[in-house]
């Protein structure tokens, strides 16, 4: 079981031993039977602390991401907070790269400054700024996106990593874009894997979750000890469901990486429209080069700016009709996102400010046709 897609299908999913049942049982139970006090089967106790579906689940996740330990948690935002919680301390500093999902930067700059956990934002793929952003005995964490959100930046996993462990700083990288399928950070010298599960890994709009992956002993000790203190885990059904959407994870990434890059493709083609795409498969992207080398795809996510500002932009996003107007992404249906006003509010007036005239697609995997037949027609009622 060396390949990833044999891997993604049976990890942790041997036939029910009791019935044969070739997909294993949703464990909707909360506590488990002890015979003898402390005489734990298997050692499941109370499902704060484990239960079968989710362990199950995290194993799987682990394999995929070539990690040693992964927890599961009941959205994106409680796995990142479980995170910040297992590896900072009031007076420690994060640096935070200069494009990033909204809600990432608000768990920041909203919940933990008041807490005494400070951040600053820097370009990560300046060295010169990166390096001056590390506050002396005080940085312990650099916190990567790549390809970012909404702006598909990329950064270079390993030459970050290194930077941030010169200066005894732990790395994570939020793969939520990329999946484990195209982007292994562990394997590039990254500390910390998080993922939204809530997006490609659950694939089908239906589930939120959040997950954490680590090598690290001690840090994992650490992560697991908040999971199982403070309880943002996820419910046995929603383990199952995500267990269930990986199965599928590169049968789906490989048409979403197709699609997305007829789409950026054609979208690059209509200059008197678009002023500029937004897509790490494109050869002018300033990243597609270390994209290429760090990533086996460019994914799913493409964003674009259209010319005419911000009125043209939403028309552009009230005219797609294949495409629906919502927040999210990573499901099999193509999503249009208007970042400044739906995913990305929180951060205006922040330096991760998105322009209001991009546009953010999530290509879905519908047959190419019709999709660029949406474009298309959303297009020509400019
Ligand atoms: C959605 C998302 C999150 C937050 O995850 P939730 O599951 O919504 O809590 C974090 N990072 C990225 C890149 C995301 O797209």
């Not at 935002?77 to 297992?86: F, K, L, T």
């Not at 203190?229 to 049968?251: C, E, M, N, Q, Y």
């Not at 979208?267 to 500029?276: C, G, R, Y």
């Amino acid at each position: 079981m060396s390949e990833f897609e044999t891997r993604a299908i049976h990890v942790a999913q041997d036939p029910d031993e009791r019935t044969g049942g070739v997909i294993p049982p949703i464990y909707m139970t909360t506590t488990h039977k002890q015979d003898g006090v402390g005489n734990l089967r298997n050692g499941f106790e109370y499902n704060r602390a484990a239960n079968p579906t989710r362990s199950a689940l995290q194993e799987a996740l682990a394999s995929l991401e070539g990690g040693a330990f992964a927890f599961s948690f009941s959205s994106g935002m409680a796995a990142e907070d479980a995170i910040i919680r297992g590896v900072l301390k009031p007076g420690d500093h994060v640096i935070l790269a200069n494009d990033m999902y909204g809600g990432s930067y608000r768990l920041f700059a909203k919940v933990y400054k008041d807490w005494g956990i400070d951040f600053s934002v820097a370009d990560l793929n300046n060295e010169n700024e990166l390096e001056a952003a590390f506050v002396d005995g005080k940085t312990k964490l650099v916190w990567i996106e790549t390809p970012s959100n909404p702006l598909m930046t990329i950064f270079d996993i390993a030459k970050i990593s290194a930077t941030a462990h010169k200066h005894n700083a732990v790395t994570v990288v939020d793969n939520t874009f990329a999946t484990p399928y195209l982007q292994r950070p562990l394997e590039l010298g990254a500390d910390i894997v998080f993922h939204s599960t809530t997006k490609y890994l659950g694939g089908h709009s239906d589930v939120l979750g959040g997950a954490v992956i680590l090598n690290n002993e001690d840090l994992a000790k650490k992560i697991e000890f908040i999971q199982f203190a403070v309880g943002a885990v996820s419910s046995p059904f929603d383990s199952w469901l995500t267990h269930r959407s990986i199965k599928t994870l590169a049968l789906r990434m490989d048409r979403h990486c197709f699609n997305a890059q007829s789409v950026a493709n054609y979208l690059e083609a209509q200059t008197d429209l678009i002023e500029v795409v937004y897509y790490p498969g494109l050869e002018n992207h300033p990243g597609h080069q270390i994209a290429a080398r760090q990533m086996s795809g460019f994914g799913g996510m493409l964003s674009f700016k259209v010319k005419g500002g911000e009125a043209t932009a939403k028309k552009v996003c009230s005219s797609l009709k294949l495409f629906t107007l919502a927040e999210s992404l990573g499901g099999v249906e193509s999503l249009v996102n208007y970042p400044a006003e739906m995913t990305h509010a929180s951060a205006n007036g922040t330096p991760l400010e998105v322009p209001r005239d991009v546009v953010r697609l999530s290509v879905g995997v519908e047959h190419i046709s019709d999709i660029l037949a949406d474009l298309a027609q959303a297009l020509e009622a400019l």
